[in-house]
Structure formats: C-alpha cells, structure tokens
C-alpha cells in the first residue's frame, strides 16, 4: 500500500463518520485493532467494540477535517468534531499493518480564545 493510498483510506475513513457510513467507517480497522483515548483511559480491542462504542454514540456528530499528513505506517489528521453541536478539536494518529489500521489514538480539546498579549506574535490568532 502506497501513501496514497494509506491517505485515501484515511479520507475516505472521515468521509464515511460524516456520513453515517458505519461500514464504510469500519473498513479502515484491522480486525485486532486497538482505539485508544489518553484523556479517558479507555481502551476499545478489537474492530467489533470499536464500531459498538462509535454506532451507539448518543451525540449527533460532524467531522471536519483540517490535514492529513504522514507517511509509511503513521498518519496523523487534525479535525474538528462537533458532538450536539459542540466542537472538539482533535488529533488522531492511526498506525497501519498493511492496508489495515491496527493502533489508532485519539486526543480531544475543547477549543479556547487566543490570548490578546500573544498577538503580537501571531499572524492570525488561528491557524488554518
């Protein structure tokens, strides 16, 4: 598997949570995938508790998807996901086995101002 086609995989992975595409979102995971979130200590083995826990999630969710970047068996996506229309900024590194991911971690943050002392340092106070 190229990257190309490792970053296909990736788009086509946040193109279908968007949607509502649980089959299309799942195809991406090994079936001994692990998900992984630091801030929570919760660990979710196996392709199977993986969709559970995302296709019986309460909230209406959106992604938004700001890069993607990465290469050989490591990608890395910064996105923006929305649960009930409050937005979390997100970082997801995903670890490939071939074509499969089998690691993904994910980070959540609530987004926050900029500091108005810290402008005279910044281009914009955002980055794209």
Not at 54 to 69: K, L, N
Not at 116 to 122: F, G, I, N, V
């Amino acid at each position: 598997m190229t990257d190309a086609d490792r970053r296909t995989a990736i788009e086509r992975h946040w193109a279908a949570s968007q949607a509502g595409d649980e089959a299309a979102e799942q195809a991406i995971y090994a079936d001994d995938a692990v998900l992984e979130y630091p801030q929570s200590g919760e660990r979710f083995r196996g392709r199977r508790n993986i969709q559970g826990q995302r296709g019986h999630h309460p909230a209406r969710r959106e992604f938004v998807v700001r890069h993607v970047r990465g290469s050989g068996d490591l990608w890395i996506t910064e996105l923006v996901i929305t649960y009930d229309g409050k937005p979390y900024v997100t970082v997801s590194i995903m670890e490939f086995r071939a074509a499969q991911v089998v690691l993904e971690t994910q980070y959540f943050t609530e987004p926050f101002e900029a500091a108005a002392w810290r402008a005279q340092w910044t281009d914009s106070g955002q980055r794209a």
